[in-house]
């Protein structure tokens, strides 16, 4: 074949574009795994070493591929590892743990979508070679993915002898239950083509096929050996000393979720791409990155700290983006890693769905779509615990069924709704809104009907045995973020009927699914009547009833997220200390509806009470800090969260995967907080407040059918669209904005 050119792409010089791991550290490998996995919503790849995949945990995801564990739950499948490269030289294999590393270095570029490795490495023969490699998780065709690098032999003539590995033996025990979840390993030589395998999930029979080929100018002697559980095409080849011999690998994914025919379909697209130049596919990719930058990056003048870490959070929340699959959605962890096994939480609808909303609304739609697919379970379930309507258990995967815990979180329903009408609102999509989203709405508010109770002392409804988002508290009544959000949630399923109503739509879904006009009274008697905690002394919300008897107890700063979970979080529940946003990620999600002096006085008597445990805290007590305007205290937040996956010292927090929900409400406490942006009857609103540090702001946002380019220094706000008009809230102004920019006078100040 053609020489492979390693200079088709080369590295983003711009220092806030990239990541770098200098020197390898074994013990930090699941961690850069982690961080330096490459995704594009079908799939993703975590970071393992070329040359040595199964030192740390390697693993392929691919969206959907569930299996069965043996509690009946299910948990993401971690897919043969593709990555494998064997290498001789003269008889000595490269193995990076042996003989002298004189240089290491790995880049994730993320302006690009591609990870870098250079490595300079002497063997037991006093051989000194160079490795250069490069790699992705096609774009623009997310059914590929391509390895590509040079050999240098510096101070040598060498014999090389390379084998590239389909791998299924290096993960079979690499699922989060630590169980193979796979069986019927099957292996083919392609010939000319290159090398197969398939396998399928033990109980949910998904039947996985991969395809790989690999070449390299002036190879001779090529071989397929196919071991257990592994195939690996060979080839040889000669170098003279310092002379580059360079090779690539292509390989192509495809499940049994995508057709009745995996293999045949992996070979079909691995035979196209064979063919055509790899700086041809290469360059494809790069474009479909540069494409998804133009509306989902956020510039932030003044601070290069901040602005690379907010770039890690975009990267990874853009490289989960599938609007192709709405049988999908986005796992606590991404296509990252096995962590909480892959499977999806309350977290997406409120963390990490805005994101998408604004940036990729096709993403938006097929992530709620999701849930309407399992609408018929969560109805299940509801009759299971003996009410109507619709409840969507704590997690989900290719199942809305699922168990409920007493005292446990129930608001999942309650967050998907929130979501439904945030996507709803942006995007001004009625199609959707009258076919799907108004009966998701409908159906889990109508799950609230019997669970709340009406409290005869108070004269008011109630909810009693419950948890909010924050874990430590379980089993207590009238969470106040519960009971908001339900309130909020029976309210908007009175407009949603209204809204039916008017397209003619309503009698077809009442009839359908069973409802009177008195239960669309009752809601609104439900929602006008919900009791909310609030204490007109301290002037803001108490989480729960008798929430503020407890005990105080002090938080040692000093530990570790992970150090504070399991036995140290459970002493905590007979005290006030939460261990994530509760109240504060009611007055987020409201703040239209509390005053800002009410929202000021929760954020700092649950701030210094709040040990912040979980990933989804720190970023929404920013955006309330900003939305209040303690910008001090907000950007400290924002900091603290942007470096919740890289920070030095926090390695084992992240060796599982990244913290989706987290990244996702960076880019909240940015937009919505710093950003200032919110719904206001319908329209856009935009106040911007910049933290001390910063220049400039600068971001785009998708609103009904147009983008919104929103630019603000210290001194000024400008606007525009990128074709037509839209009506945006300025300074308690309604707006109107075009293509060209405009300008007003800044609330950017602190």
Not at 191 to 213: C, F, H, K, Q, Y
Not at 214 to 225: E, K
Not at 344 to 365: G, K, N
Not at 675 to 691: E, K, Q, S, T
Request: proline residues 3%; glycine residues 10%.
């Amino acid at each position: 074949g053609k020489e492979v050119d390693m200079a088709i792409v080369r590295e983003t010089r711009e220092r806030d574009w990239v990541f770098v791991e200098q020197g390898l550290n074994p013990k930090h490998m699941p961690h850069y795994e982690s961080v330096f996995a490459l995704a594009n919503g079908y799939a993703g790849v975590r970071a393992s070493l070329e040359t040595n995949p199964a030192m740390a945990d390697p693993g392929m995801y691919v969206a959907g591929v569930f299996d069965q564990v043996e509690d009946g739950t299910y948990e993401i499948v971690n897919l043969p590892c593709w990555l494998g490269l064997q290498i001789n030289v003269n008889g000595f294999d490269v193995d990076l743990r042996k003989g002298d590393l004189l240089e290491y270095r790995r880049v994730l570029d993320m302006k690009q979508g591609i990870l870098f490795t250079r490595a300079v490495w002497r063997d037991a023969g006093k051989q000194t070679t160079r490795l250069e490699f490069a790699r992705l998780m096609h774009e623009a065709d997310p059914h590929v993915a391509l390895l590509w690098g040079a050999i240098t032999p510096l101070d040598y003539d060498a014999n090389l002898r390379i084998g590239a590995s389909l791998d299924a033996w290096a993960v079979k025990y690499g699922s989060s239950s630590g169980q193979s979840r796979f069986h019927q390993v099957r292996v083919s030589d392609l010939g000319e083509l290159g090398t197969a395998m398939e396998v399928t999930t033990r109980r949910s029979g998904i039947r996985v096929a991969l395809a790989a080929n690999l070449r390299m100018a002036g190879a001779t002697n090529r071989s397929a050996r196919a071991d257990e559980d592994r195939i690996t095409e060979a080839v040889s080849v000669t170098a003279k000393r310092n002379r580059s011999v360079c090779f690539e690998k292509r390989v192509v994914v495809f499940t049994s979720r995508d057709g009745a025919a995996p293999d045949a379909a992996a070979q079909g697209r691995l035979r196209d791409i064979a063919s055509r130049p790899l700086a041809g596919l290469v360059r494809e990719h790069t474009r479909a990155w540069a494409r998804i930058w133009d509306v989902a990056d956020i510039r932030i003048e003044g601070d290069g700290m901040a602005q690379k870490a907010l770039r890690f959070s975009l990267f990874h929340m853009a490289a989960l983006a599938n609007p192709a699959d709405d049988g999908v959605s986005l796992g606590a962890k991404g296509l990252h890693g096995n962590g909480y096994r892959g499977l999806v939480f309350w977290d997406t609808e409120i963390y990490m769905l805005p994101f998408y909303v604004h940036t990729d609304p096709a993403a938006a739609r097929a992530l709620l779509m999701y849930r309407y697919r399992f609408l018929d379970d969560a109805r299940a379930n509801a009759r299971e615990l003996g009410r109507r309507g619709a409840f969507y258990p704590w997690n989900s995967s290719i199942t809305g069924r699922g168990v409920h815990w007493k005292g446990w979180q129930e608001h999942v329903g309650s967050d998907v709704a929130y979501g439904v009408d945030w996507y709803v609102q942006a995007t001004g999509d009625r199609e959707f809104f009258l076919r799907y989203g108004a009966e998701l709405i409908i159906e889990t508010a109508r799950y609230w009907q019997d669970r709340v109770e009406l409290d005869a002392d108070k004269g008011r409804y109630v909810i009693r045995g419950i948890m909010g988002p924050d874990e430590i508290h379980g089993g207590i009544d009238n969470n106040t973020f519960t009971n908001q959000l339900v309130k909020w949630h029976l309210r908007r399923a009175c407009r949603a009927v209204e809204e039916l109503r008017q397209a003619g739509a309503w009698d077809q879904m009442r009839e359908r699914v069973g409802l009177a006009e008195a239960d669309v009274a009752k809601w609104g008697e439900i929602s006008d009547g919900m009791y909310l905690n609030f204490n007109p002394s301290l002037n803001f919300h108490e989480q729960f009833d008798g929430y503020l008897k407890r005990k105080e107890r002090a938080i040692d700063r000093s530990l570790s997220r992970m150090q504070y979970t399991g036995p140290v979080q459970h002493s905590f529940r007979p005290t006030k200390v939460a261990q994530q946003a509760d109240t504060v990620l009611m007055y987020y999600m409201f703040a239209e509806e509390f005053a800002e002096d009410v929202r000021r006085a929760g954020y700092r008597y649950y701030e210094p009470r709040c040990s912040h445990t979980s990933s989804l805290s720190r970023c929404i007590y920013a955006a309330v800090a900003a939305q209040t305007g303690m910008m001090p205290e907000a950007y400290r937040q924002f900091i603290l969260s942007l470096e919740n996956d890289i920070a030095a010292g926090a390695e084992m927090e992240s060796e599982s995967g990244i913290h989706a929900a987290c990244l996702g409400g960076n880019w909240i406490a940015a937009v919505a907080g710093f950003g200032g942006v919110w719904f206001r009857d319908g329209r856009l609103a935009v106040r911007p407040r910049l933290p001390r540090k910063w220049k400039r702001l600068a971001f785009a946002l998708r609103w009904r059918g147009k983008t919104v380019m929103v630019d603000c220094t210290r001194a000024r706000l400008r606007l525009r669209t990128t074709g037509g008009t839209t009506a945006v809230w300025v300074d308690g102004q309604e707006r109107r904005i075009g293509p060209r920019w405009q300008t007003f006078g800044a609330g950017c100040a602190e």
